[in-house]
């Protein structure tokens, strides 16, 4: 069995992957470069299933140049950047590996909302930044109750459910909009459904995004979603950053109707710092000062998650070459069985 990594992340050589896993061979591309230079086209015909390891990477040949793959897998959740059409109309199925991370990017979301409504982040930079002067409790400018508050959730799949449960444990209130979900979710959690985004977007005083990347998310939070915003609002971003329109979000956040935003995604990465959002929250302009957090695309990261990521990227392909079945499958509308 051979499988292609491509965009491998890891520092080491897939040592991880050939302890678990003696009977694959493993070839690793870092980079596109690396592609062209390990993979020829006698290679190619030899690979037997095909790995994206990057978040923001397409794997840098179509699924035609692997005649003989049989499975392609986006190691992580969001299968945006994998080609599910492509490999579908060869009737090879593309997975993700949705089953990881849940935890880490659910904390990370719920730690960016306390990072600004309790001044973990203004606090420490106030007080390293000027001394006693900033030793004091009115340096935070979006401290709130959580009690009671609003949650809103875009999005209540496993990452969106788990961050709604720890919002909750703060006792706040928690709505959700997801059209894609089946009905009678909101009866079994205690969660309060809406259907549509504007509703969400008028009751809640958090947002959190937890939705996959589509032509349909993509800039579903714009000029119209924040328009419908109630008036103090802070946004979550731990899903992918195109989800967000930041042009309206830095008009948004201008105009007061989103006072605060936690972005761990940014619509072009590594970040796009010639951003006019950017380069406010960089210059420390006195309008964001304080009211945006930006993290690295790094909410599903720590050690264990990564273990979890690599080693259930094989199971996805060991388990259907040698058994026969298919699991998180993201392209079955491409699939003739």
Same mark, same amino acid.
């Given at each position: ?10 520092? @080491? ?41 990057? &978040? !923001?990477?397409?794997?840098? +040949? ?29 009737? *090879? ?41 900033? %030793?004091?409790?009115?340096?935070? &400018? +979006? ?6 508050? !609003? ?26 909009? @997801? ?6 979710? @909101? ?17 809640? @005083? ?27 609002? *802070? ?42 959002? *950017? ?7 006195? %309008? ?6 930006? !993290? &690295? ?11 979890? +990521?690599?080693?259930?990227? *094989? ?23």
């Amino acid at each position: 069995m051979k499988i292609l990594c491509v965009n491998w992340q890891a520092a @080491d050589d897939a040592e991880l992957e050939r302890q678990h896993y003696p009977d694959v061979e493993f070839i690793l591309a870092r980079s596109t470069a690396d592609v062209a230079a390990v993979l020829d086209p006698e290679v190619a015909k030899t690979v037997d299933a095909v790995i994206n390891h990057s &978040p !923001t990477l397409n794997v840098p +040949l179509p699924p035609t140049a692997f005649p003989n793959a049989k499975i392609a897998v986006r190691s992580g959740v969001g299968f945006d950047n994998i080609d599910t059409a492509g490999w579908g109309a060869r009737n *090879i199925p593309a997975c993700n590996v949705p089953d990881y991370g849940t935890t880490e990017v659910a904390d990370h979301a719920i730690a960016l909302m306390l990072a600004l409504t309790r001044g973990t982040y203004s606090y420490p930079a106030e007080i390293a930044v000027d001394g006693l002067e900033g %030793w004091h409790f009115s340096k935070a &400018p +979006l401290i709130r109750r959580h009690k009671n508050a !609003t949650f809103g959730v875009i999005g209540l799949g496993r990452i969106g459910l788990a961050a709604a449960r720890r919002a909750a444990a703060f006792d706040m209130r928690v709505v959700f909009y @997801d059209p894609h979900l089946l009905s009678g979710v @909101d009866l079994s959690t205690g969660y309060e459904r809406v259907h549509s985004l504007n509703e969400l977007m008028a009751r809640a @005083d958090v947002v959190s995004v937890h939705a996959p990347l589509s032509t349909e998310t993509r800039g579903l939070l714009g000029t119209e979603a924040f328009a419908a915003a109630k008036p103090g609002l *802070i946004v979550v971003n731990t899903a992918r950053g195109p989800i967000i329109d930041v042009t309206a979000l830095e008009a948004a956040m201008r105009q007061g109707t989103v006072v605060g935003a936690g972005l761990d995604v940014l619509p072009n990465e590594p970040g796009d710092l010639d951003h006019p959002l *950017i380069k406010a929250w960089r210059a420390n302009e006195p %309008w964001i000062k304080d009211r945006l957090i930006v !993290t &690295p695309h790094a909410a599903f990261y720590s050690p264990a998650s990564m273990v979890d +990521l690599r080693l259930k990227s *094989i199971e996805v392909i060991h388990a259907y070459l040698t058994e026969g079945r298919l699991t998180n499958c993201v392209n079955r509308e491409y699939l003739k069985r």
